[in-house]
């Protein structure tokens, strides 16, 4: 009983590392242009994957650090496309979607975004 025990938990071990061997990491850079045509990083901008055929989101978000810069773990093999959301108050928004990006257990994914403000 012990040995079969030990055998499953030394399969699942073996299986849970070899999901997160080609699981993939996407990350990326937001920015945006003010009404000026000045360009700032995004600091606090709201990341959402969104399936590339259907464009529905997912369960996988992310947010942007002080300087623009996401990071989003154990992405799984697909095709993606990543909307990114800024408000900088209740009155000015800024949305950018990245291009179609696809991974197949890649370490990196480089998924940048360039927002334009909507009314």
Known sequence: MKKGIILSLVLFGLIFMSCKKNASKFQGRVQYVDST??????????ITFHDKDTNAP???????????IF???NVPDGQWVLK???MIDSNTT????????ECKGK?????????????
């Open 94 to 101: 800024y949305i950018g979607i990245s291009d179609k990006l």
């Open 107 to 119: 370490d990196f994914v480089a998924a940048p975004i360039d927002m334009v403000e909507v009314d």
């Open 71 to 73: 990071l989003i773990e």
């Open 84 to 86: 990114g959301t800024l």
């Open 58 to 68: 997912v369960s996988l978000t992310g947010a942007t650090d002080a300087d623009g």
């Open 37 to 46: 045509g000045a360009w700032f990083y995004a600091d606090s901008a709201i």
